[in-house]
């Protein structure tokens, strides 16, 4: 017997969750190599400028609906832009440069802890036993891999990274909450966009203009690749999962992300983890897997899927 078209299309979401993992971990090691060389509001303006110029042209191509019809719907994309992308955006820049690359991986995913909790009363999401488990794993590996920066100098970078996770907790629930009648790849677009402009106006005032050259190449290629796949490419598939599932099975189920991106700073980057590291991260990739391989359970409130 064929599998149903909403099994298939949680089916589908789940492996969207694979690879927008996968392409937010890499990009972690992406942007602090190019922050290495390139200042934080000039690196992002390089990102969300690419990002933005990616995601209009793939629409263009495919011949996507990009207008936003209604006044509202306009006015819900920019608060949303405002909290999924571009706090993110410059959050995590100033973070990385205050911490280590993968401590900011790891603490920015505690949003999954806030989205559960904005969900319930916003969305009415109840916590089921696979999300309260999820959850509580999330939780207590998050708890081990924040403990060795207390009374430390990472103070700055560890509430940057924390900022950055209840923003982008906030930012998914509104989405989900708003209902924008729109084409996924235009949601994306039109929220990377609002990231950008308001990034170029913090460029303008603090830096002045762009600082992208002279830079070693690497930081330039590390530059593009944080804007294509861990902007533009990540941003169309997270937006799309987020319309295909509940708010707090997509949070959690991209817990494996900063996994991905500490294996990464570990080779790239030379960080080496702590035990408290280790354990920290077995928590998060068995929460992340409670929600991965688990059977879909939709409360009411999910968006549905437009065929």
Same mark, same amino acid.
């Given at each position: 017997?064929?599998? $149903?078209?909403? /099994?298939?299309?949680?089916?589908?979401?789940?492996?969207?969750?694979?690879?927008? !993992?996968?392409?937010?971990?890499?990009?972690?090691?992406?942007?602090?190599?190019?922050?290495? %060389?390139?200042? *934080?509001? $000039?690196?992002?303006?390089?990102?969300?400028?690419?990002?933005?110029?990616?995601?209009? &042209?793939?629409?263009?191509?495919?011949?996507?609906?990009?207008?936003?019809?209604?006044?509202?719907?306009?006015? /819900? +994309?920019? @608060?949303?832009?405002?909290?999924?992308?571009?706090?993110?955006?410059?959050?995590?820049?100033?973070?990385?440069?205050?911490?280590? #690359?993968?401590?900011?991986?790891?603490?920015?995913?505690?949003?999954?802890?806030?989205?559960?909790?904005?969900?319930? *009363?916003?969305?009415?999401?109840?916590?089921?036993?696979?999300?309260?488990? &999820?959850?509580?794993?999330?939780?207590?590996?998050?708890?081990?891999?924040?403990?060795?920066?207390?009374?430390?100098?990472?103070?700055?970078?560890?509430?940057?990274?924390?900022?950055?996770? @209840?923003?982008?907790?906030?930012? #998914? =629930?509104?989405?989900?909450?708003?209902?924008?009648?729109?084409?996924?790849?235009?949601?994306?677009?039109?929220? =990377?966009? =609002?990231?950008?402009?308001?990034?170029?106006?913090?460029? +303008?005032?603090? %830096?002045? !203009?762009?600082?992208?050259?002279?830079? /070693?190449?690497?930081?330039?290629?590390?530059?593009?690749?944080?804007?294509?796949?861990?902007?533009?490419?990540?941003?169309?598939?997270?937006?799309?999962?987020?319309?295909?599932?509940?708010?707090?099975?997509?949070?959690?189920?991209?817990?494996?992300?900063?996994?991905?991106?500490?294996?990464?700073?570990?080779?790239?980057?030379?960080?080496? *983890?702590?035990?408290?590291?280790?354990?920290?991260? @077995?928590?998060?990739?068995?929460?992340?897997?409670?929600?991965?391989?688990?059977? #879909?359970?939709?409360? *009411? %409130?999910? =968006?549905?899927? %437009?065929?």
């Amino acid at each position: 017997m064929p599998p $149903s078209p909403q /099994h298939a299309a949680d089916t589908t979401a789940r492996l969207l969750l694979v690879g927008v !993992s996968l392409a937010w971990g890499l990009s972690w090691v992406a942007m602090k190599i190019a922050l290495d %060389e390139i200042p *934080p509001f $000039s690196m992002r303006t390089g990102t969300s400028g690419l990002a933005t110029i990616t995601l209009f &042209a793939l629409a263009f191509v495919q011949h996507r609906r990009v207008r936003i019809p209604t006044t509202a719907a306009r006015v /819900h +994309l920019v @608060v949303a832009g405002i909290l999924n992308v571009a706090c993110f955006t410059l959050f995590t820049a100033f973070a990385q440069l205050a911490t280590a #690359t993968s401590r900011v991986a790891v603490l920015t995913y505690t949003m999954p802890i806030w989205a559960a909790l904005l969900a319930y *009363p916003i969305l009415g999401e109840r916590l089921n036993v696979v999300r309260a488990s &999820a959850l509580l794993l999330c939780a207590a590996g998050l708890a081990v891999l924040v403990y060795p920066l207390l009374g430390s100098d990472d103070l700055v970078g560890l509430a940057l990274a924390l900022a950055t996770a @209840v923003t982008w907790a906030a930012g #998914t =629930v509104y989405l989900k909450w708003a209902r924008i009648d729109a084409d996924p790849i235009a949601i994306a677009a039109w929220q =990377v966009l =609002v990231a950008l402009v308001i990034t170029v106006g913090c460029l +303008l005032v603090f %830096e002045g !203009s762009p600082h992208w050259w002279p830079v /070693h190449p690497r930081s330039l290629w590390a530059l593009i690749f944080a804007g294509m796949i861990g902007s533009a490419f990540a941003y169309l598939l997270w937006f799309e999962i987020v319309r295909r599932l509940p708010a707090t099975t997509a949070s959690l189920g991209v817990l494996s992300a900063p996994a991905v991106g500490v294996i990464a700073s570990m080779l790239v980057l030379g960080e080496r *983890p702590s035990i408290h590291d280790i354990i920290g991260f @077995v928590l998060i990739l068995a929460a992340a897997a409670c929600v991965l391989l688990a059977p #879909t359970t939709r409360s *009411p %409130e999910a =968006v549905p899927i %437009e065929q």
